[in-house]
């Protein structure tokens, strides 16, 4: 997690949850760098792995006010948010 405020202008690296039902995403565990984006989603992938419903994960690369924007939506099905 970030221990500190950023730019909205900041480029962040963040974990990409995509979901096969319903067919949405969701961003989380933001970090500063890439490096630390992977080890988040291994610690992630290691805890869905033993449910019944896995997300694939992807690390991306996401201004700070697009996430913050991000996080005010539900069920987002955009075809521009990053990959």
Do not use: K
């Amino acid at each position: 997690m970030l221990s500190r405020r950023v730019r909205d202008n900041q480029v962040l690296y963040v974990v990409r949850r995509d979901w096969p039902y319903p067919a949405t995403h969701e961003f989380v565990l933001p970090r500063l760098t890439e490096a630390e984006a992977v080890r988040a989603a291994a610690g992630d992938f290691r805890y869905w792995r033993p449910g019944p419903l896995r997300p694939r994960l992807s690390v991306v690369q996401i201004s700070a006010n697009d996430l913050r924007i991000h996080g005010r939506r539900r069920d987002c099905m955009a075809p521009d948010c990053p990959r």
